[in-house]
């Protein structure tokens, strides 16, 4: 199958990723300041003891081992002391290892949370249409993994500062104790760092490559599971585990790719400082042989090669998560940096009774991130009167979702206008827009909450009296009540532990609760009885003590909700063609009738068959009641 | 409590390794290895030992000469360390890879091979990382963890060794100074496994809240609830950042220990060493090498620390990974073993067929029934009267918890799913599409057909005209979850899946549930024309389809409580068919 690929991230292949990725990390310091201290303070001490280490070793070797070893006796106090230098560097450094990897974690963990409050942030205040722009996986990974990935390099990052710190202090030190020796290591260090950026750009594209096949493995997953019942009602299983076997096989080569080239790049970084103790010895000993240097010091360069090794790697570890660090930035950036907020306007409504809606000349398409794609609506004009209840009608695909959304501003029109009370919605403010207007979606969505949680959504005002109000309304009261904690109940992901008609019922007591003053119905009571549907929309067409008047939009196949209406627009391929009561839609919409008499029109037909078939084919039915005799219906 | 964890967790490492017999090929080579490389890091102390006491320090003066082949001998060792961790770090990222590709493989196919219900128990979320985070957090245990682990662990046997060879009692000091440390690891590591999972559930559970507010982002729109959502996602992503810290600070805090006990190692070869020299037990190049020995004693046993706190990680991994693949599937495919379904039309007989939910009330009772082949049969019902349920014990989504279903005289349990699922077919009231084109789509059905079949397919079901009106006809792109779509022409499309399907039963659960009046007769009339000859059954809420089936079928509370022709149910009026009808008629004149 042709399956759309996601979007592949940032160029990292380039050259630029080094500077990108310094960027990046800037940004860090500058967001957590003192950690950033906290951890770098740490790895610093941590450096600079690591080398101290070397030389109290060498010292304690020198001037107390030796002459010890040659007069073949040894003072205890002096031995004791320094048997304590040592232990004391090393408290040194646990203080300084404390002090790095708190900091750098209590770092990373703020960075992450920051950047996740801000990219959700941004997910709630982007319009719809960006939304359906952007598939739900790649919106979840930007939140997820390419926050974490952004700052993968954290974790490290103030240990190899600190061994930047440490190399130039060993240079320097090396050079206060022997220029020879010295030269060594001014040979050793930049070779050190240029073999780890070498290794960084080989990793980039690679690592790269393994992340974006990472992500495609994930979303085959995603999908495949999400179907997970048509796969098996059409026994597609091998085939799909072939689609992912494909993939999972191309991220192990991917894999495999990457850790080749680490292992061709992590034995040489090891093994360079042990080729520079190699090259001390030999000068060391050259040096040792002019009396230009003494014992200690060469066991102290020695030694601080040993312990250079493993910090050094630092670095590497930050050049060869930089590339992925980038990535992961640039698609946060990506939803940081997205416009077209929803912007909502100044003006309050002043009305408390039902709203007029009024559409004019309102066209609208789904458009693609360059503003293209087919028109669903044009030139839709209609109204709803105040108090009064619109049917709209029309085939599958017509278009009536969209204009349900329009009117509760989900999105907005690409041409003409929506008024809510002569407003265009626009104007509004959302506290105008939200207290005066419900949407009832035809898919009821339930979050994975308490039932009381899920129909007042903590709004001011609703409390737990008007949500059994709009639970009876709603005849939603009856389930509610059968569970043990009534509305203290949690219904699970996505309300898994709700049937379908018991979701609907709770998303249409959600839209009640709120007392609106236009409530939009998008086919959203297949499941509940017409009786019951009859009675909630008859409750909001007059006002009461409990229930608030309304002005509705109900988007309709059955002609008991349509009977229900003050007036029908029909819609047919995004154009309103037809408006006016049933009666008259039924004269003059041709289309209309055929779509609101289909079932009387097709029994009508049946008996005219049967009829017919009962005239000439007895046998036929005898046939088909023949499996039935030996039926045994135990009621 | 804590032996039982540890044994569980043993357990769980064997049976991970277990599910990889590939990771244990060339094991012994491996090892190998591994050995050579630990190799020239102990050949270094050992030059340098060498090149103080019979170099520098030798007799007359330095010795330049011995010096250098001191060095050029340990170089070489270097070299071919070098080249063995080359061919070892290959060979592990080959071998873990490979593994790890069939893990994730097998797991896929298995969560499939899952039966429905145990598959909708699972957050979605959680199933994909079973084959993505869950493997991800093995792999990278095998291999940054497990080499690491393997080398230190040459490292040490190594340097061991060369420590007693030097001086067993120097060695026994540094032994002295780690073994407390053995008690501290253990400590924070049952505190880690503890943490680890913390952070996971905190994970999985700001995962689902952000998952909440990106696919309920219409409702918080609608509803105007921002500040709400957002109050929450900063709760989940709070809890977590801290679960992750506390995790950090244990581990952080275990390592320091490692620390510790280096200082104290160093500390005492000093001290001790010196006395022994003193002695005269050991030269002054003796005790520089154990210095630089200890060391190389103290880092593997620091890696080996954190490794093991990370492998809490990839075992919970491993652990969430056996629990699916240890898991039978409770609607199981007979396999080679079971039967297939004989040719032609296919009848349907229930026997006593009772069924519940795990620990709900019984749905279905005691449903008996037969339904002849050749024949359109529509089962009617409120909701939540059991309509569906019979639907999935039909397809064999679920078994029954009593009683069996037969088809053609065969128990369903007994069909193998190949020919099950190639001559019943189910068309769900969601009509789940993937991310793909709608030809795309309906090819998911049967992979060979060109783009005519489709085309033609469309055309008998009378949807020419609505694939027309699409902007790209076949080739219309639909969406995630068809989401492009609206909900009934993702029904279409579902409707069309299943019928270039060809079955010989074909189930229809709501199928047009969302479809037009107009769309939904025209489609009744079209698929009764083109099903003659096959079984078909549809679960209906419009009646409809009750009035052109050759038989219906009344549910009512887990009972089947009447059925015959659709004439004959309404002759008595008090009967609940007659309700419905009666109701029905209501909604729709």
């Known amino acids: 199958m042709a399956y759309r690929r996601t979007e592949v991230g940032a160029d990292v292949t380039s050259g630029k990723v080094l500077g990108k990725g310094l960027r990046v990390l800037g940004h860090a310091v500058r967001d957590e300041p003192h950690m950033f201290a906290v951890s770098v303070a ?50 040194g450094k646990i203080l300084g290892i404390l002090g790095r990897r708190l900091g750098a974690g209590a770092m990373q963990f703020n960075l992450q949370a920051k950047y996740r409050r801000a990219v959700t942030r941004r997910y709630l205040r982007l319009p719809l249409a960006w939304h359906q722009r952007h598939p739900t996986g790649t919106l979840l990974s930007n939140a997820n993994a390419d926050v974490e990935s952004a700052w993968y390099p954290i974790a490290p990052f103030p240990f190899a500062v600190g061994t930047i710190v440490m190399l130039v202090a060993a240079v320097v030190s090396l050079f206060l104790t022997d220029w020879a020796m010295a030269l060594v290591g001014v040979a050793i260090f930049p070779a050190l760092l240029g073999v780890n950026v070498a290794y960084s750009r080989r990793m980039s594209p690679r690592v790269a490559l393994a992340q974006q096949l990472r992500a495609e493995v994930s979303a085959v997953a995603h999908e495949s599971f999400d179907g997970a019942l048509v796969v098996k009602t059409m026994g597609r299983e091998a085939s799909e585990t072939e689609r992912f076997a494909d993939k999972a096989v191309q991220l192990r080569d991917a894999t495999i790719r990457v850790g080749r080239i680490r292992a061709l790049f992590d034995p040489v970084l090891d093994a360079l400082p042990s080729f520079g103790t190699l090259a ?65 306007g100044e003006t309050a409504l002043t009305g408390t009774g039902p709203a007029a809606l009024r559409f004019t000349d309102v066209r609208f398409a789904y458009t693609d991130a360059e503003g293209n794609g087919p028109d669903v609506l044009s030139g839709v004009t209609f109204e709803v009167p105040a108090g009064r209840t619109v049917a709209l009608v029309g085939p599958t695909g017509s278009g009536k979702s969209t204009v349900a959304a329009l009117a509760a501003r989900l999105v907005d029109p690409g041409a003409g206008t929506v008024t809510l009370d002569g407003a265009d919605l626009r104007e509004l403010t959302q506290d105008a827009l939200v207290g005066s207007t419900a949407l009832v979606a035809q898919v009821p969505f339930v979050f994975d909450d308490t039932i009381r949680g899920n129909v007042t959504l903590d709004r001011a005002g609703i409390d737990d009296g008007t949500a059994w109000r709009a ?38 007591a959600r839209a009640l609760a709120g007392s609106p003053q236009l409530l939009v119905l998008d086919d959203a009571t297949s499941a509940v009885d017409p009786r019951v549907e009859a009675a909630i929309l008859a409750a909001l067409r007059r006002a009461d003590g409990a229930t608030r008047a309304a002005s509705i939009l109900v988007v309709a196949y059955r002609r008991a909700t349509i009977a229900l209406a003050d007036e029908v627009v029909y819609l047919e391929r995004g154009r309103v063609v037809a408006r006016g009561t049933h009666a008259e839609l039924l004269e003059t919409a041709p289309g209309y009738a055929d779509l609101v008499t289909a079932y009387e029109k097709a029994e009508e037909e049946r008996e005219r068959e049967h009829a017919f078939d009962a005239d000439r084919l007895d046998d036929g039915l005898d046939r088909a009641s023949d499996g039935l005799d030996e039926e045994s219906v135990t009621a | 409590m804590t032996t039982v964890e540890s044994v569980s967790r043993t357990s769980i490492l064997r049976r991970g390794l277990a599910l990889s017999p590939e990771l244990f090929t060339g094991l012994a080579g491996t090892l190998g290895l591994a050995l050579l490389a630990t190799a020239g890091r102990v050949a270094v102390p050992v030059a340098i030992q060498q090149g103080i006491d019979r170099g520098i320090r030798a007799q007359g003066g330095p010795d330049l000469g011995l010096i250098g082949t001191i060095v050029g001998i340990t170089a070489g060792v270097l070299f071919v360390t070098m080249i063995s961790a080359y061919f070892m770090n290959v060979r592990l990222f080959t071998v873990s890879e490979t593994a790890l590709a069939s893990i994730r493989t097998r797991t896929f196919r298995h969560i499939h091979d899952l039966s429905m219900l145990h598959q909708q128990s699972e957050r979605r979320g959680a199933l994909v990382s079973r084959v993505t985070g869950d493997v991800d957090q093995i792999s990278q245990f095998l291999q940054f963890g497990g080499l690491l682990f393997v080398v230190s662990l040459g490292q040490l046997t190594v340097t061991t060794i060369v420590m007693f060879v030097y001086s067993w009692q120097l060695t026994l000091v540094v032994f002295a100074a780690f073994a407390p440390l053995v008690f501290v690891v253990r400590f924070f590591q049952r505190r880690l496994s503890v943490l680890y999972l913390e952070v996971r559930e905190s994970v999985g559970a700001m995962l689902g809240v952000i998952a909440e507010s990106v696919v309920g982002a219409p409702v918080v729109r609608a509803h105007g609830i921002q ?49 022994l020299g003193v002695g005269g037990h050991l030269t002054v190049g003796q005790l520089t090498a154990f210095l630089f020995l200890a060391t190389l004693f103290v880092q593997p046993v620091q890696v080996a620390t954190e490794v093991l706190n990370e492998a809490q990680n990839a075992i919970a991994g491993w652990r969430r990974v056996l629990d699916v693949i240890e898991t039978e599937p409770d609607v199981a495919d ?28 019984e749905v279905l009772t005691d449903v008996h029934l037969t339904v002849a082949a050749r024949t359109r049969v529509a089962v009617v019902g409120e909701t939540g009267s059991g309509k569906t349920t019979f639907a999935k014990l039909l397809t064999r989504l679920m078994d029954p ?117 107009a769309t939904e007769v025209r489609l009744q009339r079209t698929l009764d024309t083109v099903t003659r000859g096959r079984t078909t059954i549809a679960i209906a809420h419009r009646l409809s389809t009750a009035q052109s089936a050759d038989e219906v079928i009344v549910v009512d509370r887990g009972r089947v409580v009447q059925r015959g022709p659709h004439a004959d149910l309404l002759t008595d009026p008090t009967s609940i068919y007659a309700r419905l009808y009666a109701s029905w008629l209501e909604q729709t004149r």
């Open chain 1, 471 to 508: 639970l009876r309304l709603a005849q939603a009261d009856g389930f509610v009540g059968h569970l043990a904690d009534g509305l203290d109940t949690t219904v699970g992901e996505r309300g898994t532990s709700l049937s379908g008609g018991q979701r609907q019922r709770l998303t249409i």
């Open chain 1, 42 to 91: 740490g790895s610093v001490l941590f450096s600079l003891l690591t080398i101290t280490t070397a030389f109290v070793s060498g010292a304690v070797v020198g001037r107390i081992v030796v002459p010890a070893f040659d007069h073949g006796r040894v003072a205890t106090g002096t031995l004791l002391l320094g048997g304590l230098a040592i232990l004391s560097v090393s408290l």
């Open chain 2, 227 to 275: 500040r709400r959502t957002a109050e929450r996602l900063d709760g989940a992503i709070e809890r977590s950042r801290r679960a992750q810290f506390r995790a950090q600070t244990n581990n952080v805090v275990s390592m320091s220990f490692g620390e510790l006990a280096a200082g104290l190692a160093l500390a005492g070869v000093v001290v001790a060493g010196t006395l």
């Open chain 1, 280 to 344: 001390v010895l030999l000068v060391g000993a050259w040096r040792y042989q002019q009396g230009a240097t003494g014992v200690s010091d060469v066991v102290s360069v020695t030694f601080l090669f040993t312990v250079l090794a493993f910090p050094v790697r630092a670095i590497g570890w930050v050049l060869a998560e930089l590339p992925r660090s980038v990535v992961g930035w640039e698609r946060i950036r990506h939803v940081l940096d997205a416009e077209g907020d929803t912007v909502y």
């Open chain 2, 334 to 361: 007979p396999g080679p073993a079971g039967r297939a379904l004989p040719d032609g039309p296919i009848d349907v007989r229930f026997e006593h067929v009772h069924f519940a939910y795990p620990g709900g009330p």
């Open chain 2, 401 to 517: 918890t009593r009683g069996r279903v037969l088809l053609c005289g065969v128990p369903l349990s007994d069909v193998r799913f190949d020919s099950l699922r190639s001559r019943v077919v189910m068309v769900p009231q969601d009509g789940f599409l993937f991310d793909a084109t709608i030809a795309d789509n309906v090819r998911f059905a049967r992979p060979g057909l060109t783009d005519a079949d489709l085309t033609r397919a469309f055309a008998e079901l009378g949807l020419t005209d609505w694939l027309d009106s699409l902007p790209s006809g076949l080739r219309t792109q639909v969406g995630e979850r068809g989401e492009a779509l609206s909900v009934g022409e993702r029904q279409l499309v579902a409707l069309a899946r299943a019928y270039v399907a060809d079955p010989d039963l074909l189930v229809l659960d709501e199928a047009t549930s969302a479809v037009d009046p």
